[in-house]
């Protein structure tokens, strides 16, 4: 099973400012079978990229994905307040794993 | 509007057993893999258990193998989760979700959830 360790834990920001989310996975992940999400409290979880790169559906262009093996990337230009949450990177490689989470706070 | 809604949570013993749904709606449900993802009280997301557009394949995590059974009705467009065997660890919210890809891919993501059913398992 691959296992995805996102890094850091908390990042604490203020509006406006950029956020840099790292996802690292123990092995390549296949196909670029790579996905992040979105979760604030009491809410269904919001898928925001897939296969990497691509933007979901409404995505707003401040979000955007880079990487590829094992090292990935989700950069959020300039915060919005709305953009706090916490987020997750999932991958597929004959099994779904999801990573821990990095929670994004206003500092 | 893709709507994914589930049902059947609640405050169960440990050994005992609950039966969860997803009701499906806004899109054709027999065409999609469908999945339930959980997330223990301050912890991150799981996933749990999948089931192919024709019900005839599955998948578990090892830590529900044995004990849960996913299956489908594509003529009710709803999803359940049969979990049997329940122990504390087991206390989550649980989603439903569906899984997709691009053509020609397995439906590796999860493009749509519902808002979660908690279940408790406690004495």
């Known amino acids: 099973e691959i296992v995805l360790t996102q890094s850091p834990g908390t990042l604490s920001l203020s509006p406006g400012e950029r956020a840099t989310l790292s996802c690292r996975a123990s092995?390549?992940?296949?196909?670029?079978?790579l996905a992040w999400y979105q979760h604030k409290p009491g809410q269904a979880p919001r898928l925001l990229m897939y296969g990497v790169s691509s933007r979901a559906g409404g995505i707003p262009a401040r979000f955007s994905g880079s990487g590829s093996g094992t090292d990935f990337t989700l950069t959020i230009s300039r915060l919005e307040p709305e953009d706090f949450a916490v987020y997750y990177c999932?991958?597929?490689?004959?099994?779904?794993?999801f990573g821990q989470g990095t929670k994004v706070e206003i500092k | 509007e893709v709507q994914l809604v589930e049902s059947g949570g609640g405050l169960v013993q440990p050994g005992g057993s609950l039966r969860l749904s997803c009701a499906a709606s806004g899109f054709t449900f027999s065409s999609y893999w469908v999945h339930w993802v959980r997330q223990a009280p301050g912890k991150g997301l799981v996933w749990v258990s999948r089931?192919?557009?024709?019900?005839?394949?599955?998948d578990y995590a090892d830590s529900v193998k044995g004990r849960f059974t996913i299956s489908r009705d594509n003529a009710k467009n709803t999803l359940d989760l049969q979990m049997n065997s329940l122990r504390a660890d087991d206390t989550a919210m649980y989603y439903c979700a569906r899984g997709v890809g691009r053509l020609g891919e397995t439906p590796y993501y999860f493009d749509n959830w519902g808002q979660g059913t908690l279940v408790t398992v406690s004495s």
């Open positions: 089931i192919d557009t024709s019900g005839r394949y599955t």
């Open positions: 999932q991958q597929y490689g004959g099994s779904w794993t």
């Open positions: 092995q390549s992940v296949s196909s670029n079978y």
